[in-house]
């Protein structure tokens, strides 16, 4: 099973830049797909990124542009890099994993752009 932490959530203001980590752990033989999502209150869920196990990458049109996405497979840690934020990115962003063909979510981090 695998175990997901998330980390480097915080409140920065708008056109700073945060990037958040999420850590892998436990027993699993590969990790497919590692992906970011977000939630704002009072919204559903949303995709933001996603990276494939062989680099191959995704985004939200609303964050193409100013997010990328990365991983370190060696270290099982998918990265999210944030820059130009905005006010609407504010929302708890939550950690995706697929390995070896069962899905798993992290705790969430919470980001706030506000000045």
């Known amino acids: 099973q695998v175990r997901l932490v998330e980390s480097g959530g915080g409140l920065v203001q708008p056109g700073g830049s945060l990037r958040l980590s999420c850590a892998a752990s436990g027993r699993f033989f590969s990790i497919n797909y590692m992906g970011w999502y977000r939630q704002a209150p009072g919204k559903q869920r949303e995709f933001v990124a996603y990276i494939l196990d062989y680099g191959s990458t995704k985004y939200a049109d609303s964050v193409k542009g100013r997010f990328t996405i990365s991983r370190d497979n060696a270290k099982n840690t998918v990265y999210l890099q944030m820059n130009s934020l905005k006010p609407e990115d504010t929302a708890v962003y939550y950690c995706?994993?697929?390995?070896?063909?069962?899905?798993?979510w992290g705790q969430g981090t919470q980001v706030t752009v506000s000045s």
């Open positions: 995706n994993a697929v390995a070896d063909s069962a899905t798993t």
